[in-house]
Nanobody
Framework: QLQLVESGGGLVQPGGSLRLSCAAP????????IGWFRQAPGKEREGVAC????????YYLDSVKGRFTISRDRSKNGIFLQMNGLTPEDTAVYYC??????????????????WGQGTPVTVSS
């Protein structure tokens, strides 16, 4: 019954920034990794950034390293994704996901156990 709710997506110009939020108000467990996946039209879903709930270790997709930062939302027991230097190839629906696994393991999974509904991000002029 872990319910994940994403917010913060929208339309932004290339080079701009967005901050996504994933809230898990009913999550009282500390052994899940939580992270962000994205899926663009015609492309496979890919793990973008994931974080361990136990020690907050992180894992990033190579193409977003240095631009995206995943962090803990201390007030809502969820996570943020700060996205800077956005490019059109970042356009996708972004999903919050969770599974009882490491951060690296989550970002490389095909079917994590829990999913949110997604928030769309469009990077365009």
């Amino acid at each position: 019954q872990l319910q994940l709710v994403e917010s913060g997506g929208g339309l932004v110009q290339p080079g701009g920034s967005l901050r996504l939020s994933c809230a898990a108000p009913e999550n009282t467990l500390s052994n899940y990794a939580i992270g962000w996946f994205r899926q663009a039209p015609g492309k496979e879903r890919e793990g973008v950034a994931c974080i361990s709930k136990s020690d907050w270790s992180t894992y990033y997709l190579d193409s977003v390293k240095g631009r995206f930062t995943i962090s803990r939302d201390r007030s809502k027991n969820g996570i943020f994704l700060q996205m800077n230097g956005l490019t059109p190839e970042d356009t996708a629906v972004y999903y919050c996901a969770a599974h009882w696994i490491s951060a690296q393991g989550l970002c490389n999974m095909e079917r994590p156990r829990y999913w949110g509904q997604g928030t769309p991000v469009t990077v365009s002029s």
